[in-house]
């Protein structure tokens, strides 16, 4: 039986998706016809919060390795995190090398280099805290 769930977070972003999609996400492979498999965004979105306060400072984006004989067709690479503020605007970047990008005051490229995860996080958020995650569903159909 296919239950579809839509979650206040997701209405966020203007998504729902169904429990079977969302398992078959979770192991790279869609059952049925392979164009079912091309219309999953292979994302999975964590919201992001520092500190006690429980607020959501802002979403990760982390781009899904592809299934095989899906075509690459996104404008980043698997293994891409984009870091997004709550209004959902692009603030920062880790690379598939685990390098670090933000802007600066002038919108121009800041390299944050190489460092583990929550470091970088940190630094794009320009918090001292430890980010703590929580998961979205994983390749949410667009």
């Known amino acids: 039986m296919l239950r579809c769930v839509l979650t206040a977070s997701l ?62 067709a996104r404008d980043y690479p698997a293994g891409t995190v984009l870091l997004q503020d709550t209004a959902l605007r692009t603030i920062g970047m880790i690379s598939p090398g685990n390098r670090a990008y933000t802007f600066d005051d002038e919108n121009q490229i800041v390299d944050l280099g190489v460092g583990g995860r929550d470091d970088q996080v940190a630094a794009i958020y320009k918090r001292t805290e430890r980010p703590q995650y929580t998961s979205l569903f994983p390749g949410v159909p667009r």
């Not at 996400?25 to 219309?39: C, E, F, I, K, W």
């Not at 607020?55 to 299934?67: A, I, K, Q, T, W």
């Open 11 to 72: 209405l966020l972003f203007g998504l729902t998706a169904c429990a079977s999609r969302e398992a078959a996400a979770d192991q790279g492979t869609l059952p049925g016809h392979p164009a079912l498999a091309q219309q999953v965004d292979w994302t999975h979105t964590h919201e992001i919060r520092f500190g006690m306060d429980g607020f959501v400072s802002g979403y990760m984006v982390e781009f899904l390795n592809l299934p095989a004989g899906i075509d690459e």
